[in-house]
């Protein structure tokens, strides 16, 4: 009797264990707003970029449905590898990285494909998080004039003035190209 208890017993917890482990496709928090759910294939050694925009937290939620394929995120280069990243999932299986909402937006997303498989094949669902709140008197947030807030850093402001730097010495390496070119 004691015996037939104890293996109910075990019984019961293993279907429990396996019931909290096996999680289905559609068990995220309530307060996860799915935004995309991005599909693809990727080469042994290559990687696939992604370009993240919207503002607030992000979850990243990736499966290797074939092969491995690992997540690498960063907010200072659009190409994060695994060199050069700030956030990274390089698991076998599931990856999941949690972007902060005060990452400077747009964030650069690489899915490295690793050398171990000839290919691998990956899912990412693209979650927003409603749980955490902006704080509206957060003092690097300003006003707009058509009342968007936009993040106004001393650091944006640096890379606005390289942006434009770039483009300048683009449109005038150009020119000298066309004037070389008449002369010689």
Not at 90 to 102: E, F, I, K, L
Not at 163 to 179: A, D, M, V
């Amino acid at each position: 009797m004691m015996l037939s208890c104890s293996g109910l017993v075990v019984a019961l917890l293993l279907s429990q264990a396996r019931g909290f482990l096996n999680l289905s496709e559609d068990d995220f928090p309530e307060e996860w707003v799915l935004l995309h759910v991005v599909q693809g294939h990727i080469g042994a050694g290559n990687y696939s970029y992604l370009r993240l925009n919207h503002d607030g937290r992000i979850i990243l939620h990736m499966r290797s449905l074939k092969g491995d394929a690992d997540l690498y995120v960063s907010d200072k280069t659009l190409r994060p590898s695994f060199d050069t990243y700030k956030l990274q999932s390089a698991t076998c299986g599931q990856d999941v990285v949690v972007v902060p909402g005060d990452f400077t937006r747009p964030v650069g997303i690489g899915i490295y494909g690793h050398p171990s498989h000839q290919e691998s094949e990956f899912e990412m669902r693209v979650f927003y998080d409603q749980t955490v709140l902006q704080d509206p008197f957060d003092k690097d947030l300003s006003a707009s004039e058509d009342g968007d807030t936009q993040e106004k850093t001393p650091q944006a402001a640096d890379e606005d003035f390289q942006e434009e730097e770039s483009i300048f010495w683009t449109i005038l390496i150009g020119l000298l190209k066309i004037i070389l070119e008449i002369l010689f």
